[in-house]
């Protein structure tokens, strides 16, 4: 039996949302990966099963490596389509906030969700969220919103309306925000979901091989580049950081999701505590970092990119130049050495 986690108080919010709304909007955030992608089908599945009418927002395209998923054509680009967007926002009558906790996380779609009337519901696994929707839903300590969808789906009792296709998606979402199971995932809780998830007919080892072993000539081209040719190593901090710039992505026919995967390519160097990988793009730069052990990568990202996430895994952004955001970066690493085993409250203020 799984653990409670949940308020019951909100629990049964929730159901009377689900209960009185009929138009439902899922959105989620900018560049959204495996989990974004995952907890809102999983969701659109289920409540569709209900009879709901639903619509899924992404604010940009997602990696193709996750376009198998059931329905994810369904799903509406807000880049591309804004004005039908913005019109299927406002219309909502609930709208899920799924995997954020500000709404700036949204970047251009940020505006009409919080302009629009409907209900809002944030359900997400990131630390500090936001107060801009009316139920929030956080549990920083989960592996994933994907995983939260599916403990709430039992909450509300409504484990036996879990579909193939619902498992499908909810358990994309928990095995990329683990890395297949590497990380954020000792809690046996995990495998219990698994077990259940594995009982509506998911295959696994097809998904696996969706995500992780089925990419372009181009992407594994530019990934030799970036660790031959972008990868910097600081011994005395034991770092490494990637860049690469939208030149050079674009000598590899980039397209969104190449680089999935990238800032954990040099944890592989055993002695190494934090990676980052600094990415240009045409809205400006954005930041990635991952860490082992007790560095707390989120925290890096808030003191020098104004960013967030987990205490292993976190980003942030910046507005200006590459070369600033790699000055700003080797800046912060003198301030906040990984290497060193103990990291005082106070060096973070």
Known sequence: MLTKIFDEKKVQKLETYLDKGENFVIVMHVSPDGDAIGASLGLYHYLISQGNTVNVVAPNDFPVFLKWMPDAGSIIVYERYPDYAERLIGEADVIFCLDF???????????AVEAAAARKIMIDHHPNPSNFCRLVISHPEMSSTSEMIFRLLCALKA??????????CIYTGMMTDTGAFTYRSNDPDLYLIVRELLK???????????????YSESRLRLMGYALHEKMKVYPEEKTALITLSLNELNRFNYVPGDVEGFVNLPLSIEWIRFVAFIRENTDGINVSFRSEGDFPCNRFAAACFQGGGHLNAAGGEYAGTLDEAVRIFEEGLKELNPACRKTQEDEWK
């Open 101 to 111: 906790n500000e709404a700036r996380r949204m970047g251009k779609l940020a505006p």
């Open 159 to 168: 484990a036996d309306a879990i579909s193939r296709e619902t498992a499908e």
């Open 200 to 214: 509506t007919g998911v295959d696994k080892d097809r998904i696996y091989r969706q995500v992780y072993q089925v």
